[in-house]
């Protein structure tokens, strides 16, 4: 599709050029790489531009049965970041990951989504386009307001939302501005730097040579136009009834874990919290492992619940 075809509002992404927007797939693909191959890419057209979806699933048509994950990245990546969760989630459950309009990847964004109800419409749509009923939502940051988002607006089409780390809590600070300014200067240092920066910066990605790539790329490749998500109130999470499950990093600089790991519990009935320690905020990447498990055992548990 033409990249005009993007600019019919200030606040929609857009690729800076065809040329850089095939160079960031091509760093996409070789991240995408790392994990399990998807079985399937689909569109799925919205009131807001077209939602491009990747579809992961077992082998076993029993366990294909199974509630479906719907997975939502971070801002400024697509969902070629969850390369580290696709193949253990996919294992017991099919799996559908998201590149979401106004962020760099495959769907291509023509109304603007940051309007709580228009991203909840947006998200709504998708679901619904791909088939969906029932889903177990899981959002990263900027993902995680999506999902959060979603269980406060558009419930009906959801089992469970995992909130990893997620936006939508507490405004944004500075601290976690010069946090993402700081850890992109440091792609740029030399190798033999950059494990002793991503433990002291808590990026994985400056180890992952393709996942450093794509994040490069990505700022150089796509424009975000979108303002930072406000948190949702106290009263807004208070309506939530959706079994809600919250992952923390102790060292998060975009939230504050231990006063959220005990707030949304008390204000959303039934909602888990937790916080793992020896991380910041990509504790699915850097602990793959153990969020897939912890991920897995509260999916089952609210689909065979007590």
């Known amino acids: 599709m033409p990249e005009t075809?993007?600019?019919?509002?200030?606040?929609?992404?857009?690729?800076?050029?065809?040329?850089?927007?095939?160079?960031?797939?091509?760093?996409?693909?070789?991240?995408?790489?790392?994990g399990t191959p998807a079985h399937a890419e689909v569109d799925v057209e919205t009131s807001f531009g077209t939602t491009h979806v990747y579809r992961y699933g077992p082998g076993d048509e029993a366990v294909g049965s199974r509630t479906p994950v719907v997975l939502v990245h971070g801002a400024g990546s697509c969902s070629a970041m969850w390369y580290p969760n696709t193949p253990a989630l996919s294992a017991d459950r099919p799996v559908y990951a998201i590149d979401t309009p106004g962020d760099p990847g495959r769907s291509v964004q023509r109304e603007p989504i940051h309007q709580p109800e228009h991203a909840a419409q947006w998200l709504d749509e998708t679901l619904a386009g791909l088939g969906l009923d029932s889903v177990h939502l899981v959002g990263s940051s900027y993902g995680g307001w999506l999902a959060l988002n979603q269980a406060q607006r558009r419930p009906r089409r959801l089992a469970s939302v995992t909130l990893l780390d997620p936006g939508g809590l507490e405004k944004v600070g500075l601290r976690f501005f010069v946090w993402l300014f700081v850890g992109l200067f440091a792609t740029f240092a030399p190798r033999a730097l950059r494990?002793?920066?991503?433990?002291?910066?808590e990026q994985p990605v400056l180890v992952v040579p393709e996942l450093r790539a794509m994040i490069r790329t990505a700022v150089r490749a796509y424009r975000?136009?979108?303002?930072?998500?406000?948190?949702?109130?106290?009263?807004?999470?208070?309506?939530?009834?959706?079994?809600?499950?919250?992952?923390?990093?102790?060292?998060?600089?975009?939230?504050?874990?231990?006063?959220?790991?005990?707030?949304?519990?008390?204000?959303?009935?039934?909602?888990?919290?937790?916080?793992?320690?020896?991380?910041?905020?990509?504790?699915?990447?850097?602990?793959?492992?153990?969020?897939?498990?912890?991920?897995?055992?509260?999916?089952?548990?609210?689909?065979?619940?007590?």
Request: aromatic share 6%.
């Open 5 to 34: 075809a993007a600019r019919t509002h200030a606040d929609v992404g857009r690729y800076v050029s065809d040329a850089w927007r095939e160079r960031y797939f091509t760093a996409c693909d070789a991240v995408y790489a790392l």
């Open 195 to 201: 494990p002793r920066l991503a433990a002291w910066l």
């Open 224 to 306: 975000i136009r979108r303002p930072a998500p406000l948190p949702l109130s106290e009263e807004e999470l208070s309506s939530i009834r959706t079994p809600l499950y919250l992952v923390l990093g102790k060292r998060s600089l975009l939230v504050h874990p231990q006063r959220q790991a005990e707030r949304v519990p008390r204000l959303v009935p039934g909602a888990r919290a937790e916080i793992i320690s020896s991380t910041g905020h990509g504790p699915q990447i850097d602990h793959a492992e153990e969020i897939n498990r912890r991920m897995l055992n509260f999916m089952a548990s609210v689909d065979r619940p007590s």
